[in-house]
């Protein structure tokens, strides 16, 4: 089985690329999704986090204030380094343990991911498809997306692979600075071609 790694910067539109696999019945394994899973609580992680950062990182619920935590991490080195250590392996192991599951059953999984990059995560995939739009774009859409003011947004981006050095990685490129309907159309013609290389190359 071929397995695909879809990355792209903060608000570079990996969601709707993922979105259009699954319609076109691609399986997507969404490192994001996984990353929420292993905090919840419960999770070991959690409690390493509260341990670390102290019970003001919890919402009154007493689940995680990502929110808190994201503005924490992005202006501190040392605590974004930490949590890296801490989560990392559990996910990649999660996504790992999801890959498998698939087995057999598809010519090929998508991994979404937005540190695909600089993570491990690149060694288990066998194609990088990275989405790429201009950076002032990616504030813009990011900006208009999330809760995250410019200057967090450019924190986060500071912290990710540079544009040049994510093109300089990939496999296959999808180009998201015009409309969905584009975008959706790169994806149909990159569902043939990534078809036709688990079939040559993955004998499915």
């Known amino acids: ?3 695909v790694g879809l990355t792209g910067g903060i608000g570079s539109g990996k969601s709707a690329a993922s979105a259009q696999f699954e319609a076109l019945g691609r399986p997507v394994i969404d490192a994001d999704i996984i990353a929420r899973e292993v905090v919840e609580p419960g999770e070991a992680a959690l409690t ?5 950062f102290g019970p003001a990182i919890l919402s ?3 689940t995680l204030d990502r929110a808190h935590l994201r503005e924490t991490v992005f202006s501190d080195t040392k605590s974004r380094e930490w949590l890296e250590q801490l989560l990392h392996p559990i996910i990649r ?4 343990d999801k890959i498998e599951s698939y087995q057999d ?5 998508i991994l979404a991911s937005p540190l695909l990059l600089e993570t491990d995560q690149h060694k288990m995939v066998d194609h990088v498809v990275v989405i790429d739009l201009p950076e002032n774009l990616q504030v813009e859409r990011a ?3 999330d809760a995250n003011n410019e200057e967090q947004i ?5 912290a990710q692979l540079s544009r040049q050095a994510r093109l300089d990685l990939a496999d296959s490129v999808l180009e998201n600075s015009s409309t969905l309907d584009n ?3 790169q994806i149909k013609l990159l569902d043939i071609k990534l078809r036709e290389l688990a079939v040559n190359e993955y004998r499915v």
Not at 93 to 96: A, E
Not at 105 to 109: D, K
């Open 183 to 185: 975008l959706k159309n």
């Open 1 to 3: 089985m071929l397995v």
């Open 143 to 145: 900006a208009s997306r």
């Open 48 to 52: 390493r986090i509260v341990e670390h």
């Open 105 to 109: 059953m598809t010519p090929f999984v």
């Open 60 to 62: 009154d619920n007493g």
């Open 93 to 96: 192991h999660r996504i790992m």
């Open 154 to 158: 450019k924190r986060i981006m500071a």
